[in-house]
């Protein structure tokens, strides 16, 4: 159920009187100029206002944090954004060069203390695609087959890692010809190659994005397994979310026999 921030919390970030408007992007409530998102993890969204709040991205539109009227980023489980305009479109290329762009900035980034406490979905699936976690088990027949198939390709790479967007398929907005816009981030410590990837494999699985997509970032330092580890990152979420069903694999296929013979 997708319930509006409550009047105290909108009175808070300085919205009192605005009526929310539900815009997909998490989902987002809109208020005036006020964007207003829940905070599942109150510690890693107050370390995202943060770090927003002092990004500068040459050509990328950083949606800054709003502080509430004594100070905080998190008030009742809200945090709030200065509202950036625009909406998710097929402009994949454009993504990953923004994805590029962002990385520079956050490379001098310290992993943020959050990341090793983390037991979600995506945090499992992430270490079993990089085989740091290898005792959970994943439904075959929702991805589980496929990593075992295409994990035995894994080899060591010498990528750095560091503070990296993992999730920019679809949360990067476009607005006709002003610069792509970001108003939030799932912080994860990879290589930028592999954030890039990763908007690769979304892209094919579920974007509708052809195969050359995956041919046309070759250039990128040790591609074939940032795309791999890309790969199995999404087999293994979706092999573990409970949401996941047959007709969503069916674009992973599509992606994993793309990817295929490039690795």
């Known amino acids: 159920m997708r319930t509006p921030p409550p ?9 009192k009187n605005a009526e929310p408007v539900l815009i997909e992007h998490g989902p987002v409530w809109r208020c005036g100029d006020i964007a207003l998102r829940q905070a599942v ?6 370390w995202v206002a943060q770090t927003l709040g002092e990004l500068e991205v040459p050509e990328l539109r950083v949606g800054r944090p709003v502080r509430s009227s004594d100070g905080r980023y998190v008030v009742g489980g809200w945090v709030g954004f200065r509202f950036v305009p625009g909406r998710a479109e097929p402009r994949y290329d454009e993504v990953i060069s923004a994805s590029l762009r962002l990385h520079k900035v956050t490379a001098e980034l310290r992993r943020p203390r959050f990341l090793g406490l983390r037991a979600d979905v995506f945090a ?34 010498t990528l750095t890692p560091q503070v990296v967007h993992g999730d920019l398929f679809g949360n990067v907005l476009f607005d006709g010809d002003a610069d792509p816009g970001i108003i939030d981030f799932t912080a994860f410590f990879r290589p930028p190659e592999w954030a890039a990837a990763v908007v690769v494999v979304d892209a094919m699985a579920w974007g509708g994005a052809d195969e050359a997509i995956a041919k046309r970032w070759g250039h990128l330092p040790e591609w074939p397994q940032a795309l791999l580890r890309a790969l199995l990152f999404r087999l293994a979420v979706h092999a573990l979310h409970p949401k996941s ?8 296929e599509r992606a994993a026999q793309a990817i295929g013979p490039l690795i």
Do not use: C
């Not at 069903?245 to 992973?252: A, D, H, I, Q, V």
């Open 7 to 15: 009047p105290h919390v909108r009175a808070a970030f300085g919205a």
């Open 41 to 46: 993890n109150p510690a890693e969204a107050s």
């Open 124 to 157: 499992t699936a992430d270490r079993l695609a990089w085989g740091e976690e290898k005792k959970v088990t994943l439904d075959p027949h929702l991805g589980g087959r496929l990593f075992e198939i295409y994990g035995e390709s894994r080899k060591d790479v």
């Open 245 to 252: 069903t047959p007709r969503s694999m069916r674009g992973l």
